[in-house]
């Protein structure tokens, strides 16, 4: 049986679907319930169910985007640092193997030959660089904390899209945003990501960090051609300038734009589609229906 | 009444000494009695007890030094961080004034002319300069959570020592340490930190960053004198050649040597006494009855 810690949030609950359409056995635990962040509740919980495997999808990002976390620091750096750093513990302590969700997002542009940052590459887009928003510091600050954690997947996804418009799918952003950024980066389309992951566990792949995200990358631009060619909407889409304009008028924290390669996990034989054709398919069955 | 978090610690235990000594009602909560770390616990407290003033020693500082919060990362990044974080919302929330325990180990040397450090100077020993051991990162971020904390006073201390022989008493590690590290630091003197800022909140200074320790730097080398003149040991000191030598050999974190500019209290007229002669007068009053 899986344990699911933060199952109800974008990421978990695209678990619970995947868990459920595969008839994978799980129990989702709501922090209402037991609050999991203490350590004591935590290491209860784990003796009483004795699950195989753990996928922790808690965390803070900020509400309606990452800025929020700027103003919210203690509790991005509890739920995004300590609580993994606590998970991490008490799996040791019970022989638990387990899954986190990590972020491309301590990573900003490309390697200076062009291409992807590899799970090798160190951060580059964290506090250590002094260039980074506190929820991409405290991301990173949690890859430095699990560095050393056994039986451990850190899991680095990307900027998430399907085809079922909810606020933090990245497609619906670009529909709703009044002006938009052009930048480069590299995506993880939501429910490819879940099916990977697990296919990481269910394969008994080694421990580590995998870069979950669909080869290649997309721009901006790239990606409102696709949205405005599917005909979804219809409407003109505005850019700033740069991202010296958006920064002065739209944001509050830097973000982070990164392009990631995903040839660690392709090598094991897990496959993610293009980045392009899955942002064309989930255009192609768009829905406004959760 | 005073509400002291942490009075168990080193510090927190001078405070306590003192309050009893001048007859000012306080009272120490313990984790053991009441989780305070948890927000709904201490907001109970706060609410059950109304105290006027709120001190927080707590924290997590490693046994038996700095290096192990290398191992106990968690651990450091929520006491140290986390918890002043949740204190400060809490304190906002019910409008109470209150002091933090933040540490100038958040600097490495001296400003380019020879002088210490002031309150605006930002930290050049944390995260964000990626030259820190954890313990400095954990408490120069407290410092970023805690910048626009309304009516809290960050009071930074450094090497605390006194004339009560300690495990954590600077003067007892050097007596008792194979080999030291000759380094230029400012020092403060426990009782008279505890003191100092006790008068920051009887005298109502304004809010803010106060460096609260003794005037003036020493080597070691020059407090290896001052042991050997006073007579309390007689032994031959051993020097590591330099710093290299220590990190290669004996420490897992970098150390922060530092000196501190406390011309601020001063100027509010709250007095230290000049650090050779603190030292001088620990010795000359040197106990092993705690």
């Not at 051609?225 to 889409?237: D, N, P």
Request: net charge neutral; glycine share 8%.
């Amino acid at each position: 049986m899986i344990l699911l810690l933060g199952g109800t949030g974008y990421f978990g609950q695209a678990y619970q679907r995947f868990f459920r359409q595969h008839g994978i056995p799980f129990r989702c635990v709501s922090r209402r319930d037991v609050d999991y962040t203490q350590p004591t509740h935590l290491a209860r919980l784990l003796a009483e169910l004795r699950p195989d495997f753990l996928i922790n999808c808690a965390g803070y990002t900020g509400t309606p985007n990452v800025d929020a976390c700027e103003s919210h620091k203690t509790e991005c750096l509890f739920a995004n640092s300590v609580l993994p750093g606590r998970i991490a513990e008490l799996c040791a302590d019970a022989g638990l193997p387990w899954g986190h969700l990590s972020s491309g997002c301590i990573y900003t542009g490309c390697r200076p030959d062009g291409t992807g940052f590899t799970e090798d590459d160190p951060p580059n887009f964290d506090f250590r660089h002094n260039n980074c928003s506190f929820y991409s510091g405290c991301k990173a600050l949690a890859e430095e904390i699990l560095r050393d954690a056994p039986r451990c997947y850190l899991w680095r996804g990307r900027i998430p899209f399907n085809h079922i418009d909810h606020p933090r799918n990245y497609l619906t952003k670009l529909m709703r945003y009044d002006r938009l950024l052009d930048a480069r980066n590299s995506l993880s389309h939501l429910d490819e990501f879940v099916r990977a992951t697990w296919e990481c566990w269910e394969r008994r792949l080694p421990f580590g960090i995998y870069n979950v995200t669909n080869p290649g990358s997309v721009t901006t631009r790239e990606v409102v051609e696709m949205i405005l060619a599917s005909g979804v909407v219809r409407k003109t889409f505005h850019f700033f300038e740069n991202e010296a304009e958006f920064m002065r008028t739209a944001a509050r924290a830097p973000r982070s734009n990164c392009v990631l390669d995903s040839g660690k996990l392709l090598r094991a034989g897990i496959h993610l589609t293009e980045v392009h054709d899955a942002i064309r398919d989930a255009l192609a069955h768009w829905t406004t229906n959760r």
